[in-house]
Every structure is written in structure tokens, then in C-alpha cells.
């Protein structure tokens, strides 16, 4: 992913916003949200350096994709980085999700309280299991898989959580596309194809143990591990 | 994260191996592992690079890290391919994981098949909360937080996997990296500090969950997106 870049809104020359920055301002965000809390009014990029574990000039230079809030001297004010950066991001809506999928995982997600707090609200839950539909979890009634398209119409959901095992997902990934969703987050170890239009963000539970296990081993052979 | 590298193993003048070519390493495995079962002797960088959505001459570089296995107008030996990646992830040898928070994400990993078919062992599964301690948890029994360092002596445990809350994230890793732990699979939505030496992935879904909306919000806004 180290390649890929995100145009930044303008055409030619504008610079451009590379997928590491986009992730960053999700962390730029919660640490944001942290020095609201404790009544910050201003920050600064070594604060924010410090709290990611980067460099302040990475810091300057991702947040000057957001305008010229900083000052020298003074910061950023913590309330319009915040502002600006729920912009950004598309967070300064409310999203609707539908779950699909009605075991463990959903219920940790339904449950999760992390989700509301940032715009996101699971609006309904799905299940092609006979004995779930009808039963009632964390608050929402499952859903049989037949009703997505009536219900995404209905609730104007735009983004789906695939929380199915492997063999489900593509059958899953093509319903909730033909339903109308726009975004997948997809927890099934097989990555869906998709039609152009429709993006997809996939968290492998297994890869990222096995990414974990890769850098304690490359620790423990070599030792020469950039931590970041 | 675009430009952190990480060693690849030589002194000087080595080349250096991406974190997004690690992160592919996983892909790969995942997809060769698929080959094997549909008895696909030999493998080429294209059929590679179509089930990545990247290009053959970026699987051929990725793949180089591994030494001399592909023959022009042959491919790669499946199992070999298979054999070198599991070996360079260090993914050729059992992990031993604890798991921390006996909640719904805890009985959705345990319940998860896909690990322990990828060397992951969970071994033991840990709560603080006294309601849950001695009951049994997808044929774990859940064990009081005290009992981690004489478990992880006991088990050999490497790894493990934070399920809990964002205030118990940091006392809960600095208890599994004073037990002896030397990588963290934290999906609490705070990132604990960690001594030099004990590895950190997180997982934060929230944040999954906001890159999501922002690749949907910018396709929705500027039609401009590179879709890897």
C-alpha cells in the first residue's frame, strides 16, 4: 500500500494525500478528542507528534492537507482541527450500517459503544440461519437475508459489516452491493470481489496475528525492526 | 506507515523489504494455500497478481525477497512458494497466544477456525471480572489476570490478543508484557505504550470503520479514488 495515493480534492498540481496520512488522521482525531475532553484549546504538532510516535514536520505536513489552521507560536485550535478533520474524513454525518452475519463478532460490534460516539449506527442485522431470524440481539431483531435490499432502501444505509464466515462472503459482498451499499468492512477471511463504485476495507483477523508473529520473529532473529 | 522499511535480513546493501510487501506476504500465502488445495503444481507471477490487484512485475519484486524460486515460463513451485513465505513470516512454527477479556470478541476468535490453521494456538483466556473467572469459554476456562505470568511460563505463550476496554488497555499490556509477552494484537481503542523489544499491532475498529466512510464519502465527493 506504500504506493498508493488519494487525490486531495483539486486538479494538477495540488498535492497529493497518501493512504498512511488518511489513516493517520483517524489517530490525529481520537488523540484530538482526548485533549477536548481535558479542555486543550490548543495544539500543537510536537504534541501530536509525540502522541503517534512521528515526527513533528509529519505531523505539519499531514495537517496542512486541511488548510492553514496551525500558527506558529500558538497551534492548532483544537476544536477546528477536530472540525476539520471530521470533514475530511466524511465522519461529520451520521452513517448507517447493516450487519450481516449474527454470531460472536456481531454481537462484540453491536456492542461496541465506540461506533455511535463517531457517527456510525448499526441499523439492522442480518442472518440466512433460520434459527436466528426473529431473535433479538444487542437491541436489533435478526433479519433474514432476503429482506437487505427493503431495509438498506428504508433506512438509507450506505455501508454493510460482513460478519460471515469465508464461504459466505462473495454471495453476501454481490446482496448487499445489489442492495444499494457503498462500502464493505469485511471480517470474512476472503476478500469479496467487487464492481467499481463500491470500496471495501478488509480486516483478516489471521493476517494480522500473522503480521504480529512476523515482527516478534523478525525481533527475535534480527532485531532490526522499525517499530512504526 | 508508507515509508517505514523494515531489514530484510543482510548487512549494507541489501535490499530492504517494505511493510507492504509483508502485508502482501500474508495475501500471498492466503491465495497459494487456495492453489494447493485446487492442486495447482506451479504458480506465475500474473495469476498471483490478478488475485492481489496488483501488477505480475510487483509480485515478481515481492516474491524476490524469497530467493530464486521462480523459472521463467514455468512459475513458482506452489508448495515451495508456500514453504519460503510461511518460513519468512516465521508462521513454519506453532505461536502460543493468550487472550485477555473474556467478552463476545473473545468467543469470536476462539471460535474462529482460520487461526490455529495458520499456527496460532489460543492457550489460555484471561478476565478480571470475578462473575466470569472459572467458567468455561469456547473450552477455555477463564482465568483470573493474576495467574498470567506463572500461565505464560507454563504455556510458552508469545502473543496476545487484547479484548478489552480502552481503560484497561495499558494496566492489561503492561501486565501481559511483565509476564513475558513479546507481541500485542490490541483491539481496545487506545494504543498502550510498550517497551522497546514487545511488538504492537492494533486493531481499532471504530478507526476500520472511519477509513471505510472516507473512501465511500470520497468516491461519493471527487470520484478520484485509488482503489488499493
Redesign the interface.
Known sequence: ???????S?GIGNEPRL???S??R???Y??HLERFERERVRNVSSSMLGEALGITDAQVRKDLAYLGNLGQPGIGYPTQDLIAALRN????DRQ?A?VVVGA???A???L??K??E????RFVALFDSDADKIGKMVEGLQVLPIQNLKETVGATGA??A?L?VP?EAAQPVADAVVEAGI????NFA??MPRLP??V???G????????????????????S?????
Open positions: 500500500m506504500s504506493k498508493s495515493e488519494i487525490a480534492g497518501s493512504r498512511a488518511v489513516a488522521f483517524s489517530l482525531l481520537r475530511r474524513l466524511g465522519v452513517w450500517c454470531g460472536n463478532l454481537r462484540a460490534l456492542r461496541y465506540g461506533f460516539k463517531h457517527g456510525f450506505t455501508l459489516v460478519a469465508a457503498k462500502g464493505i468492512l477471511p476472503i467499481a463504485g470500496s471495501l476495507i480486516v483478516d483477523l489471521a493476517i494480522q496475528l500473522e503480521q504480529l508473529a512476523f515482527l516478534v520473529h523478525l525481533s527475535q532473529t534480527e532490526k525492526l522499525d517499530p512504526r
